[in-house]
């Protein structure tokens, strides 16, 4: 081999070298999270640490739905996060088209008050958004764990920025041959707006599955507290129970990894995506 | 005006004008009626809720019996309290000590991934990972990584003599401890939108600066980094409102200790509202947490905001 041809070598096998460096930082300690799911109690608290189980105990998936409640928080989980995804979806919408393709007095200060929410930290908002849903009766049901994330200042955004591209001339010959209103937005806007529904849908997804200060705040009971607060609680009571732990923090990971490895190039497309936002 | 043409065949911008804003007229109310979620939700969930806060914020509440109002007092207390202060000092140690690293590897690595490579697709994949985990997942995960004698670290810190390193029972570890875990798992999602900026800017660019022959650094300096200047902005500002919000990895890894370290500004909001319930001191104390970052959110407009000319 020629001296370039060696250096180009060398330069490739540095550069896989310190990708493969960067997976230890950013996909191992996933993989060992399931590798600890699906150990014995005794083998996670060994020294040194075991990276593979010494005994593989599958049983722990299924001790975390019948001995303890994690059924139940997947269900609750589900559930919220379903509601919240499909309300976001039509409200978003039906914002974005409002402020996209219709004229108002204070439609701009309304955009840009929307727009500003998002500044708001969450913190900022926790105590009167409590006592809101605690005056309308709403601790420890699943309502309190939706309405308040109804609609999202981020998905309005996205969705206003994609209507805004399209044409009017869509709109206004429905309208000349007399469609209604809501005709127009559910058979032509809303179908149109396909890729940017989808990346709201994502987002919310994403984001809402996280939701743990809320309902831990919100919900007392099992009966309505998600994987988050359930795994939360499962820690505090059972703290050295690593290996049922780790079993129900795979099972609370996967339906967004699984989403992820799916639908790949439409994640990244929306979170990437997000930075067109500005 | 191709649209009126289009339309009536009509080539007359003067018959387009009205008749487009007869629709708009016409169609006003449907406008407000679309809105009308948006309305709703942003007025009491924003709009009354801040202004509950504010209120409370000058009542001394203790969630059970009537709000008693005191004025500035809460304000007064909390400038005073070393608790609040310390918390302060806390969350910007936290807020800076993970968007600065977190900016510089997601641009680096943004930058390595958008190069085209053999299986570029599987390594972006598998750094992404972490951010799609749950925070409480990766929370309870990094707890058991950061264990004295069976985490997953001590494979690394024990062959290099550091042993038994208690991380999340150390005042001076604990703070890094929660910032590692919070980097790796920022990292990843501020490279995707890193990534996408690069993407949107036009590849002549390069090949005309190469002709003129520049370098790889100068391309960096001249062209990259001014066309990535509103991503980098918006980067910016989303990651520090983000981590200024941090709650879960304190809550699940330390509870705000040992002693105080790591009791950040949302923690101590959460602790004063819900443990102590101590609405007033709570309110007035998430009122200035939103003072600080709106201030922090100007600044960075100021700076960052204004399109280059360089």
């Known amino acids: ?278 | 005006m191709s649209r009126t043409e289009s339309i009536d065949g009509v080539n007359s911008p003067r018959y387009a004008v009205p008749r487009r804003r007869r629709f708009m007229i016409r169609k006003s109310g449907y406008g407000l009626i679309f809105a009308a979620p948006a309305i709703v939700f942003f007025g009491v969930f924003y709009v009354f809720a801040l202004g509950w806060a504010v209120w409370i914020s000058f009542n001394e509440w203790n969630l059970l019996g009537t709000p008693s109002y005191i004025g500035l007092e809460n304000y007064r207390l909390l400038l005073t309290d070393p608790e609040f202060l310390n918390s302060i000092k806390v969350t910007f140690y936290y807020v800076f000590g993970t968007v600065v690293p977190t900016w510089i590897l997601a641009l680096g690595l943004a930058l390595v991934f958008h190069r085209a490579f053999r299986f570029r697709q599987f390594f972006l994949a598998a750094y992404y990972i972490p951010a799609v985990i749950s925070l409480v997942v990766w929370s309870l995960l990094w707890q058991l990584i950061y264990q004295p004698s069976w985490g997953l670290l001590t494979l690394i810190t024990d062959p290099i003599g550091f042993e038994y390193v208690r991380w999340l029972n150390d005042a001076n570890l604990a703070m890094p401890a929660v910032i590692l875990l919070s980097i790796v798992r920022a990292v990843p999602t501020y490279m995707i939108i890193y990534l996408a900026g690069l993407q949107g800017i036009p590849e002549d660019y390069y090949e005309a600066a190469s002709l003129d022959g520049a370098g790889e650094y100068q391309r960096f300096r001249d062209i990259t980094l001014p066309l990535l200047r509103p991503v980098t902005l918006y980067v910016a500002v989303i990651s520090i409102v983000a981590a200024f919000q941090v709650f879960t990895p304190t809550y699940i890894l330390t509870q705000g200790g040992p002693g105080s370290a790591t009791r950040v500004l949302p923690m101590f909001i959460f602790e004063h509202a819900f443990s102590f319930l101590n609405m007033g001191y709570a309110s007035a104390a998430s009122i200035l947490l939103l003072l600080m970052l709106l201030g922090l959110t100007f600044i960075q407009f100021r700076l960052l905001g204004k399109p280059t000319t360089s």
């Open chain 1, 1 to 278: 081999m020629n001296r370039p041809a060696l250096s180009r070598m060398a330069h490739k096998i540095l550069f896989y070298g310190l990708l493969t460096a960067g997976l230890l930082v950013f996909l191992f300690p996933v993989l060992w999270m399931v590798s600890a799911s699906l150990m014995r109690r005794e083998d996670v608290l060994d020294t040194p640490t075991n990276l593979l189980p010494p005994v593989w105990r599958f049983q722990n998936y299924v001790d975390i739905f019948t001995e303890f409640n994690f059924g139940n928080y997947f269900f609750n989980s589900v559930f919220v996060v379903g509601s919240i995804v499909a309300l976001n979806t039509i409200f978003c919408s039906m914002v974005g088209y409002s402020l996209a393709k219709f004229d108002y007095p204070g439609k701009n200060i309304l955009f840009v008050f929307i727009l500003a929410t998002i500044m708001v930290p969450f913190a900022a908002i926790l105590i009167p958004l409590y006592l809101i849903v605690r005056e309308l009766g709403w601790i420890n049901s699943y309502q309190a764990l939706i309405v308040p994330f109804s609609v999202n200042a981020l998905g309005v955004f996205l969705m206003r920025q994609f209507m805004l591209a399209i044409p009017d001339d869509y709109i206004d010959a429905a309208r000349v041959d007399g469609a209604g209103e809501f005709g127009i937005f559910f058979r032509i806007v809303m179908p149109m707006s396909g890729p940017a529904v989808t990346t709201v849908a994502i987002v919310m997804f994403v984001t809402h599955w996280d939701e743990f200060l809320w309902p831990l705040v919100v919900t007392t009971t099992d009966q309505y507290q998600p994987l988050t607060v359930g795994l939360a609680k499962f820690q505090e009571q059972y703290g050295t129970e690593w290996n049922l732990l780790m079993a129900g923090a795979v099972v609370a990971a996967l339906p967004v990894v699984l989403l992820f490895i799916a639908l790949q190039r439409k994640f990244f497309a929306a979170m990437g995506g997000l930075s067109g936002l500005k």
